[in-house]
């Protein structure tokens, strides 16, 4: 079995920063992309940043310039840098990789349970 484990989340004033950690751990053999979504009460789950096994990265336009997505690949972890938060940041996030659990294995997705940010104004 393959688990994501987010942490980081909270309460943070507009203008501020958070960190988010989002940890893979179980049967995995290789990890292919790994992003960080979001779902704001009322509204779809939208991609916010996405980061490929080579480091290349996309952002939404919303938190370009703002956030930064990064990875450690060999502890198998994705991080996302939030930087001048806004309360239209406010959703809960969710971690979801592209993950491989055996050689000749088709990829498949995964997600975390989710972690909230609450960005007061």
């Known amino acids: 079995q393959v688990q994501l484990v987010e942490s980081g989340g909270g309460l943070v004033q507009a203008g501020g920063s958070l960190r988010l950690s989002c940890a893979a751990s179980g049967r995995i053999f290789s990890i292919n992309a790994m992003g960080w979504y979001r779902q704001a009460p009322g509204k779809q789950r939208e991609l916010v940043a996405a980061i490929t096994h080579g480091g290349s990265t996309n952002y939404a336009d919303s938190v370009q310039g703002r956030f930064t997505i990064s990875r450690d690949s060999a502890k198998n972890t994705v991080y996302l840098r939030m930087n001048s938060l806004k309360p239209e940041d406010t959703a809960v996030y969710y971690c979801?990789?592209?993950?491989?659990?055996?050689?000749?294995?088709?990829?498949?997705?995964?997600w975390g349970q989710g972690t909230q940010v609450t960005v007061s104004s």
């Open positions: 979801n990789a592209d993950i491989r659990t055996t050689r000749f294995g088709s990829p498949l997705d995964y």
